[in-house]
């Protein structure tokens, strides 16, 4: 089944404590970005990346790093979370980053920072 | 830059009765439009696509949406609601291939009553 893989569904952590959220496709797609949802702002852009290894900052991009070693995984690293980041995301991929290719999102990472 | 603006960030409506979800957009150039998805505790899910062809689409679920380049919409309906449709819809569009432009709009919650 083509599907972006997202893990965990579900993380509480404290402040201050170096986090990794998994994403993957299985859909040769080129395209991967990431996505935080809050309640009236709707989804924005953390990174995105092109292809392997080409990566690029989104509109709230402070507090987040991100990787693209190969074409299918695209994890979402906290090096130091803060309260602020307690927040929906959703890992979300394309064969294009625009055009007429819609995207295929992931179930989603509920975190909570404490 | 091209955006999207939903207008009204909750619709109810009584099962059976028309769903119309309001999208519009702007734009420069002739646009890729979408509508997702969100079921509660899921990713977003593509409900449907306009990409230049015909101007009223259908998507899953009964849903369908009419392109209307002089208003500058592409509103979401379905004749006849079920319950199974409560969930948060967004709005969005796109340009140009591979160039990171895909916007959502804010999202709109539609509650379905019994």
């Known amino acids: 089944e083509a599907q972006v893989t997202q893990n965990p569904r579900y993380l509480i952590t404290v402040t201050g404590k170096k986090l990794t959220v998994t994403c993957s496709q299985n859909m040769n797609h080129e395209y991967m970005s990431w996505y935080r949802q809050d309640p009236g702002l709707g989804l924005r852009q953390i990174y995105y990346?092109?292809?392997?290894?080409?990566?690029d900052k989104g509109d709230v991009p402070e507090g987040y790093k991100v990787s693209r070693k190969e074409k299918r995984n695209f994890p979402l690293i906290l090096e130091s979370p803060s309260p602020n980041q307690t927040s929906l995301y959703f890992c979300a991929s394309s064969l294009s980053s625009g055009g007429a290719y819609g995207y295929t999102f992931g179930s989603g990472t509920r975190l909570t920072v404490v | 830059a091209q955006s999207v603006t939903q207008l009204g960030s909750h619709v109810s409506v009584s099962e059976g009765a028309l769903v119309l979800l309001r999208c519009n957009y702007s734009?420069?150039?002739?646009?890729?439009l979408f509508w997702y998805v969100q079921y509660p505790n899921q990713g977003l899910q593509l409900l449907l696509k306009y990409t230049s062809a015909a101007t009223l689409v259908k998507g899953i679920n009964g849903f369908e949406a009419e392109f209307k380049k002089s208003e500058t919409s592409f509103h979401l309906t379905k004749p006849s609601a079920h319950m199974s449709d409560a969930a948060e819809y967004f709005c969005?569009?796109?340009?140009?291939?591979?160039?990171?432009?895909?916007?959502f709009g804010a999202g709109t919650r539609l509650t379905v009553k019994p």
């Open positions: 734009s420069s150039v002739p646009p890729y």
């Open positions: 990346s092109m292809n392997v290894e080409v990566t």
């Open positions: 969005a569009v796109s340009l140009l291939y591979n160039n990171n432009d895909m916007r």
